[in-house]
């Protein structure tokens, strides 16, 4: 009895609830670039966002309802972005010196330049983004219909998670960036350049976001407004992971995407106050322990 | 020598710069002026960035937040309870420094990339409340139509550009005058102390957390303050007059008015501004593409300003009473 009344009460949730896993999965590939570059190079890039904007712009222009052009978009979106995270890194390479208030600017400028070259190149208006025909339907779920594309991008987003954590976990390049984190002095006399690596975090950095950007695009569309939205979601993220664990960091974007979905459809009311409410919450309870977490240099 | 010149300069600058907000009402045309005295609010913003970053060390994004603060709150004030501009000035500095206080648990550890990004979502956040909370502060669609504010009971309504202008300018010019006056006190000198060489400040028996959240609070109510004057140059309020794109103007303008100088901050503000604004009109759809390669400009022209950062640098270890340090590094970055 409690059981189908519990049920009754929860159904209404279900799609949200599904909804805030897809949009939650989507912020945490986006937020992962940001978590490299902060935790890595100490940079905070205000250009992430615009990053995912290219990935969002190139799915809009070459999606048109089949699996090459997914394919297609995908790597181009992904080249364009971790070409101008590789722009970015050099730009920084420069003034890598001085302090972050230099950084912020930087990155600021080429985010306020690259926004107004992209809605320069594809229009002020957020274009429509055309998923593969066969993703196009919806399938039922718990006795709910749902869209096919967010199911599978669940699926992939999920793998591309365990990708990553299995990159920075087991393999020689992870273990330089992790290495970096935590002595980048002590890399440098093993003989490994500091530059390259930051030139490589961000450049993947930059992969990470591009690729959110196409396979995202659906979820979270290509517009004017999606750089800063992006920017936003993903510093959000990163502050409520405890700035660089990458566990940390999917266990927060989850919490961002149900507040985003779940939260708005319990607590209508209460929806703009909630993400703000959440991070107060955390960085109240933790503050102490996030501004040891890493001793800014 | 040299310095001496520096300072004669400065002083030329200084002098320049108030005749010529002085006089500026009389010879530009009606819409230039309102221009200006909006202007001159962001220049009040950078005032209190220009106090954070520059005099304490503690970088940041997020003033926007209680100069959205004070303008909401000034604005709703002047709409249902007053219209002296004294009191929508109190009612405002009284809500940025709320806001900011209640950001203090936030702030108060963090230093360098980590304080930037947090006040920087604080800021955005704020923003985004102010765009969703229809009730009070009409969404994106802003509060339009406040009334024309006098600025102390008995005395004409401000209805003119010009003369909104000029209380603008006055109260613009107590205010950084206030601050000014505070800076060259032991205040002011404990904050430079606690930029400098925090460690030592703590380590000599002063608590620096509460100065801290002194000057986080205080940095407030000055923006809170501009947030009113805001209201009362333009009499219409949104929230787009709190994007990020102002916060990063605002640092740009306190980075090229030299970090540590009020008054700097103020004037690289105020050409900051104004050269957006100008910009806009001349390169219609182009702005933000110059603005951008400015600031990259800016980055790589800007002197390096001596070896030290003039950003707090060094988080402390932990206090010795609590706990001994862990014995494996503390996680610093990315881990699975």
Known sequence: MTGVVAGLRLDPYVVPALDGVAYGLLVFVAAAGLVLCFGVAGILNLAHGTLYAIGGYTAAALLDGGWPSLALALAVGVVAATASGALIAGLLTRVAARSHLTQALLTFGVALAGGSLLVGAFGPDDPPVRVPAALDGSVAVAGHRYAAYRLVFIVVAALLAGLLHLVVRRTRAGMLVRAAVDDAEMVAVLGVSPARIRVGVLAAAGALAGAAGVLGAPIIGPGPDTADAVLLLSLVVVVLSGLGSMTGTLLAALVVGQIQTLGVALAPSAAPFLLFAAMAAVLAVRARGLATARRAT | ?336
Do not use: K, N
């Open chain 2, 1 to 336: 020598m040299r310095q001496r010149a520096v300072r004669a300069l400065r002083r030329g600058v200084a002098a320049v710069v108030v005749a010529a907000l002085v006089l500026a009402p009389w010879t530009v045309d009606d819409y230039t002026v309102a221009l200006l005295a909006r202007t001159l609010a962001l220049g009040l913003v950078a005032v209190s960035v220009a106090l954070l970053t520059g005099v304490a060390g503690l970088p940041t994004l997020g003033q926007t937040a209680p100069y959205a603060a004070g303008a909401y709150a000034s604005a709703v004030v002047g709409s249902h309870l007053s219209d002296v501009g004294l009191v929508h000035l109190g009612v405002a500095a009284a809500a940025g420094a709320a806001l900011a206080a209640v950001t203090v648990p936030l702030v108060v550890s963090a230093r360098g990339v980590v304080l930037l990004m947090i006040t920087l979502a604080v800021g955005e956040l704020a923003v985004a409340v102010v765009g969703r909370w229809r009730s009070v502060t009409g969404g994106t669609d802003g509060l339009a139509g406040v009334a024309a504010a006098r600025p102390l009971w008995g005395l004409p309504v401000l209805a003119t550009d010009r003369a909104r202008y000029l209380y603008t300018l006055v109260v613009v010019a107590a205010l950084v005058g206030v601050v000014l006056l505070v800076l060259r006190t032991r205040v002011g000198l404990l904050l430079r102390a606690g930029r400098d060489d925090e460690a030592r400040l703590r380590a000599s028996g002063h608590r620096v957390p509460v100065h801290v959240a002194g000057v986080h609070v205080a940095a407030g109510a000055v923006a809170g303050a501009a947030g009113s004057l805001l209201v009362v140059a333009q009499r219409y309020v949104s929230p787009a007059d709190f994007g990020f794109d102002t916060s990063a103007l605002l640092l740009l303008g306190v980075v090229i008015g030299g970090t540590a100088s009020v008054g700097g901050a103020l004037v690289g503000a105020v050409l900051v501004v104004a050269a957006r604004d100008w910009l806009f009109g001349v390169l219609p759809g182009q702005a933000p593409l110059v603005l951008g390669l400015a600031f990259v400009a800016a980055v790589y022209l800007l002197p390096d300003g001596g070896r030290r950062p003039p950003v707090r640098g060094r988080l402390l270890p932990a206090v010795p009473a609590r706990r001994p340090a862990p014995d494996r590094p503390t996680p610093t970055g990315v881990r699975a």
